[in-house]
């Protein structure tokens, strides 16, 4: 299948809390991606600091990793046709003040603080992300009896 690729999608701590775990998976799963990898885990300040060392320099930093640490995430790759790119409209904007009602951001979110889930931004940074986040042993290879519903030959 052309321009099949994979992206990461990673639940807060806030949508944990919340109970917003299955709510995000059902968007991406009814949308027609398939779930590849998750985990539920508490990240270690360590490997969030490698995730998030594109905003190290940021006034904001020691913020986002103190919160991203406070509580259970739920990293995830999901594959499909374009994945990355429509993935980021599933979620919405970052700040959800800017994101289409919808959206799990536009619906479910108020402040950019607490946005409830991270999405890779291209498919270099989701290649990057998965690598940090899951083994390739942990990435599971298979194929959905939907997949001939939601694709063409």
Known sequence: MANTERTFIMVKPDGVQRGLISKIIKRFESKGFKLVAMKFMWASEDLLEKHYQ?????????????????????PMVWEGLNVVKTGRQILGATNPQDSERGSIRGDLCIQVGRNIAHGSDSVDSAKREIDLWFTPKEQID????FQNWVYED
Do not use: C, E, Q, R
């Not at 905003?55 to 990793?65: Q, R, V």
């Open 54 to 74: 594109d905003l190290a320099k940021l006034p904001f930093y020691p913020k986002l990793i103190k919160y991203m640490n406070s509580g259970p995430v739920v």
């Open 142 to 145: 298979w194929t959905p009896a």
